[in-house]
T-cell receptor
Framework: DGGITQSPKYLFRKEGQNVTLSCEQN?????MYWYRQDPGQGLRLIYY???????QKGDIAEGYSVSREKKESFPLTVTSAQKNPTAFYLC??????????????FGPGTRLTVL | GQNIDQPTEMTATEGAIVQINCTYQ??????LFWYQQHAGEAPTFLSY??LDGLEEKGRFSSFLSRSKGYSYLLLKELQMKDSASYLC??????????WGAGTKLIIKP
């Protein structure tokens, strides 16, 4: 089955700790994205990557870091510098980056709670 | 700036028809997406419009007017499982999606 997986579904961390959220896709998509969703707000783009070993900051990249060492994987690290990390984190992928309006498909999400 | 405007919440009756409106302002335009998001879950793709007019897909249809910066999602023969949030997301000139806060649709029996 092709798709996007995110793990874990729920994550709890103490304040001041870094945490890494996993995102894997087997759709052979070039582009991958990380969004954050807070109650009552639209999705906000954190980082995106159009090709392996390259990624770009989105609107709210501060306090986050990513890597794209493999086409299939795009992990997100929430660092202790992120002031308000508790949120629902969504990973998405799309087939061809930058050549048209490609549909983004989402993983199931990780709900991070920082205590 | 870039802006999306959708009603926060709508209520409809099972079996009826509902229209969810979306107005937008973006820097450039490369089409508009509609997604459905059930509570606690990820968004799922419903439709994409890049040209003016109506696109029909089963019980769901989506309309676009580029000159008016306006789109709507039309849901027919409403079912209880259609209770969800509906997200309007135009794509700007950089091929980035601009997300509205979504419209929460409540279906009553």
């Amino acid at each position: 089955d092709g798709g996007i997986t995110q793990s874990p579904k729920y994550l709890f961390r103490k304040e001041g700790q870094n945490v890494t959220l996993s995102c894997e896709q087997n759709l052979n998509h070039d582009a991958m994205y990380w969004y954050r969703q807070d109650p009552g707000q639209g999705l906000r783009l954190i980082y995106y990557s159009q090709i392996v070993n390259d990624f770009q900051k989105g609107d709210i990249a501060e306090g986050y870091s990513v890597s794209r060492e493999k086409k299939e994987s795009f992990p997100l690290t929430v660092t202790s510098a992120q002031k308000n990390p508790t949120a629902f984190y969504l990973c998405a992928s799309s087939e061809i980056a930058g050549l048209g309006a490609d549909t983004q498909y989402f993983g199931p999400g990780t709900r991070l709670t920082v205590l | 700036g870039q802006n999306i405007d959708q009603p926060t919440e709508m209520t409809a009756t099972e079996g009826a028809i509902v229209q969810i409106n979306c107005t937008y302002q973006t820097s450039g335009f490369n089409g508009l997406f509609w997604y459905q998001q059930h509570a606690g879950e990820a968004p799922t793709f419903l439709s994409y419009n890049v040209l003016d007019g109506l696109e029909e897909k089963g019980r769901f249809s989506s309309f676009l007017s580029r000159s008016k910066g306006y789109s709507y999602l039309l849901l027919k023969e409403l079912q209880m499982k259609d209770s969800a949030s509906y997200l309007c997301a135009p794509m700007d000139s950089n091929y980035q999606l601009i997300w509205g806060a979504g419209t929460k649709l409540i279906i009553k029996p």
